[in-house]
Each structure stands twice: as structure tokens, then as C-alpha cells.
């Protein structure tokens, strides 16, 4: 998870819809472009999505903190049945340091989610469980489909990684070409890229990148 710095709120939100475009527009930016669970970039299909479920309750449905910006996979897969999960929005809360998310071996294995404290509390747990869900669940044909299509694009952004770790170690190479391999590795651990959460953990059991990225 990535945090996400929410203004007040950016004008007075008609309480009959939350649609309006500059709302979406304002949402858009402050999620940097990024569906706040699974943290793909470039949603062709985002959603507003309801922090506390808010059916039976007008306040909830049109409260500007309630709303938040993701993707519909992750819409559909948290509906009204999680709750009490990790506020991204708390600024309270380092989320990136609560839960590591870790690429699989290979694309039909699961996507490793877990809390880094032992024991760790509920509300920890609960988002856990959302994100393996975000990032796993394939029990529809339809998420079958959206399961497949992300893996591919996580694996793609892996292997781009991997591929400038390999420039990032190799003596033989040149300096024009190692500043451009770390100006992209750096790019990737930023909030706004796409699934910056699997870079940034990925880093952390990488001493010998970390310390050529360290490098001058
Ligand atoms: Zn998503």
C-alpha cells in the first residue's frame, strides 16, 4: 500500500451524487493515478470506491474522506464484506512498512501478502486478507481474466527490474548507462508508479542493488 496525503475537502460535494467531475478529477490526482489497493497505474476502468460501506447511509455515501479511487477489480472483490482495514489516508500510518507484498515465483503462483509485526492486529489482518484477494482471487471467470491480465502486467514491470539490476552489478557496465538504469530503478520505487509497493520490498532483500543505488 502507498500513502495518500487528502486535502479537505476541495469544494462542497453535492449530496446527491459523487460524480462530479472535478470531484473525480481531485481524487484522481490525489491517488496519484492509482487504484489504492492492488496500485496499478493507468486504470482504464477506475471506480469510486466507499472506505466504510455506506448502504442505508447518505453521510457515508457522499463524505468526501469516504471516498476513495481504485480499480473495479478491487471495487467488486471488497464490495461491503471487508472492513476495518488500514487507512491509507491516516497520516498516522506508515502502510508501506505494515505490509509486504512480494512477487511469486512464477505467474500461477500466488502473490505473497504479509503483516512485517508479529503478532499483528486486526485491522492489519483484515487488509491482508483484502490484498490477497486483490491480487489472487480468480473464483469468477470474469476475475480469472482481470487476475491474469494484472499478474502480466506485474511480471512485465518485474522483469524490467530485474534486467536494470543486472546493468546495476555488471563491472562492464558504462557510467551513461548505469545512470540511466538507477534514474529508472528510483523511478519505480516512487508512489506514483505502478505497483511501487513490489519494487520498494523487493529493494529490501536486495542489499547489493540497494547499495549500488546508495552509490554517488
Ligand atoms: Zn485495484
Redesign the pocket.
Known amino acids: 500500500m502507498f500513502n495518500v496525503t487528502r486535502g479537505s475537502e476541495p469544494f462542497a460535494i453535492n449530496s446527491t451524487t459523487y460524480n462530479d467531475p472535478l470531484l473525480i478529477k481531485e481524487l484522481h490526482s490525489i491517488f496519484l493515478g492509482k ?1 489504492y ?4 497505474d493507468n ?1 482504464p476502468d477506475p471506480e469510486i470506491e466507499h472506505f466504510i460501506p455506506h448502504k442505508g447511509i447518505p453521510n457515508l455515501k457522499f463524505n468526501w474522506s469516504n471516498l476513495y479511487y ?2 473495479s ?3 467488486s472483490l471488497k464490495s461491503a464484506t471487508h472492513v476495518n482495514l488500514l487507512d491509507c489516508c491516516d497520516a498516522n500510518l506508515d502502510v508501506f512498512r505494515l505490509i509486504e507484498c512480494n512477487m511469486p515465483a512464477s505467474p500461477d503462483k500466488p502473490i505473497l501478502v504479509k503483516p512485517t509485526q508479529t503478532p499483528a492486529n486486526q485491522i492489519i489482518l483484515n487488509t491482508v486478507a483484502l490484498l490477497e484477494r ?1 491480487y489472487n482471487a480468480e473464483d469468477t471467470g470474469i476475475r480469472g481474466i482481470t487476475r491474469s491480465v494484472l499478474i502480466d502486467d506485474l511480471f512485465k514491470l518485474y522483469s524490467e527490474l530485474l534486467k536494470l539490476r543486472i546493468l546495476l552489478t555488471e563491472k562492464s557496465t558504462g557510467q551513461t548507462e548505469r545512470q540511466h538504469a538507477k534514474d529508472r530503478v528510483n523511478q519505480m520505487l516512487k508512489a506514483n508508479f505502478s505497483f511501487s509497493v513490489f519494487w520498494r520490498w523487493y529493494i529490501e532483500g536486495d542489499s547489493k542493488l540497494k547499495l549500488e543505488l546508495a552509490k554517488p
Not at 37 to 40: F, H, V
Open positions: 487504484c489497493l492492488c496500485e496499478r486504470l481504485s480499480c477489480r478491487c471495487n486483490c
